[in-house]
């Protein structure tokens, strides 16, 4: 069985971009060598009617900007985030991508439609994409039997008293002041529907990708690794996540790569407006022969002044290497250099 070369890339948002051709015009040629290309669309392609508050929870790019799409040759992209917000602006995103020819998983006119998978056959090999969001609005967000909206993935925060010491610099609560323990898990129910969809899943592609919005900050929290393991466990052969917009620790679980968060892939404009500044964002690649993953790997991203995503050098980004292989290595992971690319490698106890 020949190799395949999959890339999976972060947040793509193409609010107020008015030239199509721009945003991935570096990339472009990278891109393309993929046999599938695969993202979070963290837009909708609409056009509201009137102005909209700054705090409204939508973010709408021209219909038009989706051609970007086209041009970096993605094949399917998952949009269950926070920002895929509201019926109208869902149903007409939804239609500008089947317009565009590019299918789609997380969002939908309906609860089955959101929680759909996207299959894709690419040169004889099946690749099946599903995604969730754990980080959605309270109002009439989650796609419902005869509602629009996002597939929902629900996670549960408790506060917890630190009574017994947990780090070395934090005092147990016998004294005023003492911060608690954040504490996250998966909701039972939704969790056991999602491990029951990547079952099912499993017997109709070679190769399952399970894409999460999700996380707090640069944080992989307790939730975030119970939802990787779980996926893993019931056939996902790569989880990624996306919604930080920070570059979040890799692990290897089973063999099987998991990229907490792969950042901003293309992302100019957020709320309110304001420019994201010099993100550094990553584009993951993984190598299979069958559903065996050989090689995965990520390259560092950020964007220039123009707005175009272009490729790091990596010998200029060793600082950030270094971080985030210290933050794998709570995960028995750790990052070697091959050329431009980091390879998730497990970790040698006492190395």
């Known amino acids: 069985m020949s190799s395949t070369l999959m890339m999976l890339t972060g947040d793509i948002n193409l609010m107020n971009v008015t030239d199509a051709t721009i945003p991935f015009r570096q990339i472009a040629s990278t891109l393309n060598s993929a046999d599938v290309l695969f993202g979070n669309l963290e837009c909708c392609f609409y056009q509201p009617p009137a102005a909209v508050s700054v705090m409204d929870e939508g973010f709408y790019a021209s219909p038009a900007a989706g051609q970007a799409l086209k041009i970096a040759g993605y094949a399917a992209i998952g949009n269950a985030n926070n920002v895929n917000y509201g019926t109208e602006a869902i149903s007409a995103s939804l239609q500008a991508l089947k317009t565009l020819g590019i299918p789609s998983t997380g969002a939908g006119l309906n609860r089955s439609e959101a929680r759909a998978p996207v299959i894709i056959t690419h040169n004889g090999v099946r690749y099946g994409f599903i995604q969730r969001t754990s980080v959605y609005w309270p109002t009439n967000h989650e796609a419902l039997e005869h509602s629009p909206g996002v597939a929902a993935l629900r996670g549960i925060t408790a506060y917890q008293l630190p009574l017994h010491k947990t780090r070395p610099e934090i005092p147990p609560a016998n004294r005023p002041g003492v911060p608690p323990v954040i504490v996250t898990w998966t909701d039972p129910k939704y969790l056991a529907e999602y491990v029951q969809e990547i079952s099912d899943l499993r017997k109709q592609v070679d190769v399952l990708v399970a894409s999460q919005h999700w ?9 975030m690794t119970e939802i990787s ?22 692990e290897l679980y089973k063999g099987k790569p998991i990229f907490y968060g792969l950042g901003s892939f293309s992302f100019h404009t957020g709320h309110g407006g304001r420019a994201h500044g010099d993100w550094l964002g990553m584009l993951a690649r993984v190598e299979l022969k069958g559903n065996t993953v050989e090689r995965a790997s990520f390259e560092f991203v950020r964007h220039n002044a123009l707005n175009e995503t272009i490729i790091c050098d990596t010998a200029k980004e060793m600082a950030a290497i270094e971080t985030l292989r210290q933050r794998s290595a709570p995960f028995a992971t750790t990052i070697a250099i091959d050329g431009n690319h980091g390879i998730l490698q497990v970790a040698v106890p006492g190395k």
């Open 215 to 223: 996380g707090l900050h640069e944080e992989v929290l307790e939730y």
């Open 229 to 250: 393991h779980a996926v893993i466990d019931a056939g996902a052969d790569i989880v990624i996540g996306h919604g930080p917009h920070y570059s979040l620790p890799v």
